[in-house]
């Protein structure tokens, strides 16, 4: 089997590459290092290599956030080697990696536990001609990112304060977002909502649980929305949501719309944005498949 660590050098606000390639030496195991150069290279990277495989077994390793592993699943998909020759693991460098999280008891940072780990097979979300193997998100989320993009470089509300100033911005500004939800081809809600998701993996955010329910290889998408909701009870309600207890508080059932599907469609007669593992789409409508059990993901084993 031929090993990849494909590098986002930009992830987690530092370079991180160095210190990669010391523990990918240490291996003592013939490995390649690929530093991506921009977006969507990662994505060209992979699907280059899967082409040129020749039916040899590949292992792909994202190093870097859920942008970078949402990259290099998109390049194993977009070749059609996914569920075959070609696997997936994740050794985070970002400020997130909320995916990895659906394996609270793994630690995807021990670089040889993570090399000599084991394949499982995972669902994955098919949206146009994106895939998506966590979290498609649509209304507050989205825009807190949307935010987040637009004045990361700013001095004292960027950098650091970028994910605060997108909440207090979206809180102000970015509660009412109205579209439309189909799900599995019936109209299922519309009209001004706080956000709507898509989901195979439980989080978001860096950590707030969007969908709790979630199981990654079950074959459903978990389908929610929130209604739009005042200043007092959106407060009231984000403690909740980051802890994955809107679900099942009886204080929310007016509000929060759950169903368990395998398709879900957003439109809205206007542009508007969401955000696939972390990264911004634009557009007036997507729709998000589930392919179940579509790629092997590398969990990582305990090396004595």
């Known amino acids: 089997m031929k090993h990849y660590f494909v590098v986002n050098p930009q992830a987690?606000?530092?370079?991180?590459?160095?210190?990669?390639?010391?523990?990918?030496?240490?291996?003592?195991?013939?490995?390649?290092?690929?530093?991506t150069k921009g977006p969507r290279d990662a994505t060209r990277f992979v699907a280059a290599r899967c082409a040129e495989a020749g039916g040899e077994p590949l292992r792909f390793y994202a190093c870097g956030g859920d942008g970078t592993l949402n990259e290099v699943v998109s390049g194993v998909?977009?070749?059609?080697?996914?569920?075959?020759?070609?696997?997936?693991?994740?050794?985070?460098?970002?400020?997130?990696?909320?995916?990895?999280?659906?394996?609270?008891?793994?630690?995807?940072?021990?670089?040889?536990?993570?090399?000599?780990?084991?394949?499982?097979?995972?669902?994955?979300?098919?949206?146009?001609?994106?895939?998506?193997?966590?979290?498609?998100?649509?209304?507050?989320?989205?825009?807190?990112?949307?935010?987040?993009?637009?004045?990361?470089?700013?001095?004292?509300?960027?950098?650091?304060?970028?994910?605060?100033?997108?909440?207090?911005?979206?809180?102000?500004?970015?509660?009412?977002?109205?579209?439309?939800?189909?799900?599995?081809?019936?109209?299922w809600h519309s009209g001004d909502m706080l956000l709507a998701s898509a989901a195979c993996g439980r989080f978001v955010g860096g950590g707030y649980q969007c969908a709790p329910r979630a199981v990654v290889d079950d074959g459903w998408?978990?389908?929610?929305?929130?209604?739009?909701?005042?200043?007092?009870?959106?407060?009231?309600?984000?403690?909740?949501?980051?802890r994955g207890e809107h679900l099942d508080r009886v204080d929310m059932h007016d509000v929060v719309h759950y169903r368990r599907a395998h398709s879900m469609v957003v439109e809205s007669?206007?542009?508007?944005?969401?955000?696939?593992?972390?990264?911004?789409?634009?557009?007036?409508?997507?729709?998000a498949v589930v392919l179940p059990k579509m790629l092997n993901f590398v969990i990582p084993n305990p090396v004595k």
Not at 270 to 285: H, K, P, S
């Open 12 to 35: 987690g606000g530092r370079d991180s590459s160095g210190h990669i390639a010391e523990q990918v030496s240490a291996l003592g195991a013939p490995a390649e290092m690929y530093i």
């Open 221 to 242: 998408l978990e389908a929610q929305c929130i209604d739009a909701l005042s200043v007092p009870r959106f407060l009231k309600a984000i403690g909740y949501y980051q």
């Open 77 to 187: 998909m977009e070749s059609g080697t996914s569920g075959t020759l070609a696997e997936v693991g994740c050794f985070p460098c970002g400020s997130g990696n909320d995916y990895i999280k659906n394996w609270p008891d793994v630690d995807f940072g021990n670089l040889p536990a993570l090399f000599a780990g084991t394949a499982v097979p995972v669902d994955v979300l098919h949206i146009g001609d994106r895939y998506c193997i966590n979290v498609m998100n649509f209304g507050f989320e989205a825009e807190v990112c949307r935010t987040m993009a637009h004045v990361r470089r700013w001095p004292l509300v960027g950098g650091r304060m970028a994910y605060v100033t997108g909440i207090v911005h979206c809180l102000l500004h970015k509660r009412h977002n109205p579209c439309r939800l189909t799900v599995d081809g019936e109209a």
């Open 269 to 287: 007669d206007r542009e508007f944005c969401v955000v696939v593992d972390g990264e911004l789409l634009f557009g007036r409508r997507f729709e």
